[in-house]
């Protein structure tokens, strides 16, 4: 089960619609490992696909939008491997344009979760008989 669906993608990264045939599942994939996955480890983003009403705020305003650039980034990378000569430097430079948005919904992504979720820190102290033991 994955976090957004295809007509999701679509209608965060693209102004004009396009077919959903055209965004590969594997792309998509990919993208969820590389940039989400990577970040917040697997672990916490099963919970997240389980209980996706408990992470509303990141799920909408910091996962989707990630995933969403970064999979129209790869697409459009494609259709400019794909392309005729002439279209070439037009696909070029509106890839780069959807990188740079790609790369700050990514940096937004990791100062929120770092803000939000800080890592578990464990101290030498022992917990016994639920008394703390310095």
């Given at each position: 089960m994955s976090i957004i669906t295809k007509s999701e993608i679509i209608s965060i990264a693209y102004i004009t619609p396009?077919?959903?045939?055209?965004?590969?599942?594997?792309?998509?994939?990919?993208?969820?490992?590389?940039?989400?996955?990577?970040?917040?480890?697997?672990?916490?983003?099963?919970?997240?696909?389980?209980?996706?009403?408990?992470?509303?705020?990141?799920?909408?305003?910091?996962i989707k939008p990630c995933i969403a650039f970064y999979v129209k980034y790869f697409h459009i990378y494609q259709l400019s491997l794909d392309a005729?000569?002439?279209q070439v430097e037009f696909l070029k430079n509106l890839s780069d344009e959807v990188l740079e948005i790609a790369t700050d919904k990514y940096n937004l992504l990791v100062n929120y979760y770092n803000l939000t979720y800080p890592p578990i820190s464990f101290s030498s102290k022992q917990l016994i008989s639920g008394f703390l033991i310095p």
């Amino acid at each position: 089960m994955s976090i957004i669906t295809k007509s999701e993608i679509i209608s965060i990264a693209y102004i004009t619609p396009i077919d959903e045939a055209d965004l590969k599942d594997e792309i998509i994939a990919t993208v969820i490992n590389k940039f989400i996955v990577s970040v917040i480890n697997q672990s916490f983003y099963d919970e997240i696909v389980l209980y996706p009403e408990n992470y509303t705020t990141f799920i909408e305003t910091y996962i989707k939008p990630c995933i969403a650039f970064y999979v129209k980034y790869f697409h459009i990378y494609q259709l400019s491997l794909d392309a005729g000569i002439i279209q070439v430097e037009f696909l070029k430079n509106l890839s780069d344009e959807v990188l740079e948005i790609a790369t700050d919904k990514y940096n937004l992504l990791v100062n929120y979760y770092n803000l939000t979720y800080p890592p578990i820190s464990f101290s030498s102290k022992q917990l016994i008989s639920g008394f703390l033991i310095p």
